[in-house]
């Protein structure tokens, strides 16, 4: 029990990081009002989810801590939006990795899609897999007690094993797709370095690859986290444990998802100058209390600019 008081001091403490780091990249998604893209736009309904995401788990945490006993019904309910928003997030990493590829592939086609309907087209496959994976969770329900109130546990049995295994198979397309993108950005790096250097196909390709340097360290950053967590929890069901001890292993896993939950923010921090430099100035002016300043910051241009021709 002591590991799992460990667990929810951990989800507490990396909750108030990943609750900052989130609201401010929805801040600077919303920042850009006029100027907002495609990639930006996923990025900031990303955000939303890790909040969401977040805000039950400390929910969870509560509930170990004051050991609340937990009845898999009542748990679904109370934390039905996260298990909705849950598979929304994961379909949404998914598409981000699509865009990636679609930006670099096919640049001219890319950039003719109206923003608001490439957005919802992309949101669309989470919705609907988040639909049915909810539906049929409702029909199997049983009122087992569990030992914490989280997705894995939250699910039914066969549920939670097949959403398990879809959320790996997910979690792999998206690895893949990245590893593709980044193939095709070495082999247009070749074609477009013939191309002069002033001219909008060349000067795209350039915001590109400075995208895909901090991709690329999201997506190992996403392997080490969320995938670990989901083929841990699968790791543990086949190996044919008792069922208290996959329900303890369920619960601790919820380290690397959480990490998973908050760390965006800091890898752009880390890695993007374009959102560095508008994070700083968020802060900046966060702490004037200046809201005619958070309009007009030059941050909006700098944030666009690296998404500028998408």
Known sequence: MSLLVAVSVFI????????????????????????????????????????????????????????????????????SPYLYVINV???????IAVDRLFAIWKPIKYRSFGTTKYVLMCLTPGILCATVIFTASVVTMDDEQITACNPPLGYPPLVSFIWNKWIIGVDTCTILLYVVTMGMLYVRKKQFSKLDKM???????????????????????????????????LLVTYIGLSGPVVQFFQTVAVVPAMMCYCQNYYIYLWRSHEYRTAFKRQFVAAIHCNSSYCHHTSSVSVVHSIYSSQ
């Open 199 to 233: 001219c909008s196909e060349y000067q795209f390709f350039v915001q590109q690859q400075h995208i895909m340097r901090t991709i690329s360290v999201i997506v190992i950053a996403f392997t080490c986290s969320w995938f670990f967590c989901h083929c841990s929890v």
């Open 89 to 95: 997030q994961s379909m949404t990493i998914l598409m």
């Open 12 to 79: 507490f403490v990396s909750g108030v990081l990943g609750i900052f780091g989130n609201i401010n990249l929805i801040v600077a998604t919303v920042i850009v009002i006029e100027h907002r893209t495609k990639c930006t736009i996923l990025i900031g309904i990303l955000a939303c989810c890790d909040l969401i995401c977040i805000v039950f788990e400390w929910a969870n945490a509560v509930e170990i801590l004051l050991k609340i006993e937990t009845f898999r019904r009542s748990c679904f309910w109370s934390i």
